[in-house]
């Protein structure tokens, strides 16, 4: 069984920096695609970044140019460093894995960020 455990998290001002890591265990790391995902109050869940196993990413439109998606497949890691981050990035944010050729979610307990002055 999958799981995910993020760390990272927390408070920061607008402009400021956080680097986000999701330790994977249970199955075999680089037969996942893995994501980030987040989740404001009031708001639907919605993409961040994903990164195949070779190291194709997916950004979204929101936080190109200012996050950047990352794996280590030696340490079943997957990073999320944040740069310039603005108050709309306040949200939980939740790591994701979904194996080649299914449609089945693995998701992480999540992680708060907050971007506040």
């Known amino acids: 069984q999958v799981q995910l455990v993020e760390s990272g998290g927390g408070s920061v001002q607008p402009g400021g920096s956080l680097r986000l890591s999701c330790t994977f265990s249970?199955?075999?790391?680089?037969?996942?695609?893995m994501g980030w995902y987040r989740q404001a109050p009031g708001k639907q869940r919605e993409l961040v970044a994903t990164i195949t196993n070779r190291g194709l990413t997916n950004y979204a439109d929101s936080v190109k140019g200012r996050f950047t998606i990352s794996r280590d497949n030696a340490k079943s890691t997957v990073y999320l460093q944040m740069n310039s981050l603005k108050p709309e990035d306040t949200a939980d944010y939740y790591c994701?894995?979904?194996?080649?050729?299914?449609?089945?979610?693995?998701w992480g307990q999540g992680t708060q960020v907050t971007v506040s002055s």
């Open positions: 994701n894995a979904r194996r080649f050729g299914t449609t089945t979610d693995n």
């Open positions: 249970g199955s075999i790391f680089v037969s996942y695609v």
